[in-house]
């Protein structure tokens, strides 16, 4: 990411939290458009769920001014996604349903240079929570 791509995702973030319900609503709406099949992953109420969600994304948007905590709860997010079961093409199917709702939620200014910098945001964390999740499996291999 470049840094005015940083910048980018957090002012925008800041105006998707207006509507932060409307953004987590939308995003499983469209989630589970994509893909019905992964209702039966979702324990949690969908609406606490949808809040959970955001406010995991508002601290990585804040944490990308400090790389350790960052890494951390990249780190810690990724194992429990192991855990829950989550991989592959997964990831690529909530990062679609993710920059829809944050253009529904965010509007005229979800400019393509905006979803560009979001794209980044995202790739960069599905990258990492994902090695997250080979580093895992390679410790449960190793203990075998
Ligand atoms: C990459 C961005 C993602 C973020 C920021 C994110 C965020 C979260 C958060 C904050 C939770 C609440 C529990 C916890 O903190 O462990 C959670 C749970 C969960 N997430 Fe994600 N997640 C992401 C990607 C994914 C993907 C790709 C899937 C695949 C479908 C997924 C499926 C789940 C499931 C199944 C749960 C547990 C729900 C439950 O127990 O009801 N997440 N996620």
Not at 23 to 38: I, K, S, T
Not at 99 to 117: D, H, N, S
Request: charged share 25%; net charge negative.
């Amino acid at each position: 990411m470049t840094p005015r791509q940083k910048l980018l995702v957090q002012a925008t973030f800041e105006k998707a939290e207006l509507n932060a319900d409307l953004v987590g609503e939308l995003f499983y709406r469209q989630l589970f458009n994509l893909d019905p099949g992964l209702k039966s992953m979702f324990k949690t109420d969908i609406d606490e769920q949808g809040r959970c969600l955001m406010r995991m994304i508002a601290m990585m948007v804040k944490a990308l001014d400090y790389p350790d905590e960052f890494q951390r709860l990249v780190g810690e997010l990724g194992r429990r996604h192991a855990g829950y079961g989550v991989g592959g093409r997964q990831y690529e199917t909530v990062g679609k349903a993710l920059l829809w709702a944050l253009e529904a939620g965010i509007g005229g200014q979800f400019t393509p240079e905006v979803r560009e910098a979001w794209t980044a945001f995202y790739d960069g964390l599905a990258d990492s929570m994902q090695r997250e999740r080979a580093a895992e499996a390679g410790q449960i291999a190793l203990r075998l």
